[in-house]
């Protein structure tokens, strides 16, 4: 019932870089923990699931007959993406002295909640999977179930990746100890922040 084809686009989808793995990647230069990031993934992937869990009971038609309310949550998803962009810029331009304490506790809770917002404020992403998993599903009896095996495949391909990226961003933090690197990888990720929030508003 998976066909290769499935993975292979899948992998493809998953892997391409977005506001998701901008998020964790600035968690990881900013915390240099994973525990925050970890949540914040497992906060995306619960954003995937109900996005996917919506567009099957119809919100992705809805979506796409009031184009009122299309327009409405690519604003609200700009605006986070925008926030995030000041917030990392910001935080790149602070002084050592301005910059939290390095024993500052993890704040797990708020990360899932960023990650649940990251990719819960995007609309296209309930769209694409309401688009994309039905085209590696045969008509007939089992169709529903069918898809919601493939979500639930393609959410947990996507853990896996963000996992992965995890532990590879955190060992890249490692080496980003100059307080000049850092700063200069901070303020490239807050203009791709604010790239990502444009594009969002553009495009149809």
Known sequence: MISAGFL????????????????????????RRQGPALAAAAGMITAGALHAAIGLAGLALLLQTEPWLFTALRWVGAAVLFGWGVLTLRSALRTPADAP??????????????????TGSNPKVGLFL?????????????????????????????????VIWIQLAHWLSRYLVVPSVTRAAEVLLGLVFLGFGVRLLVSG
């Open 101 to 118: 304490g390095a024993s500052a506790p993890p704040q797990h809770g708020r990360a899932f909640w960023q990650g649940l917002a990251c």
């Open 130 to 162: 309401v688009a994309f998993l039905p085209q590696f599903v045969p008509t007939g009896p089992g169709a529903t179930s069918a898809v919601v095996l493939l979500a639930a495949v393609y959410l947990a391909m996507g853990l896996a990746w963000l």
């Open 8 to 31: 292979l686009s899948s992998l493809l989808v998953i892997i391409t870089p977005g506001p998701d793995l901008l998020l964790i990647t600035r968690m990881l230069l900013r915390d």
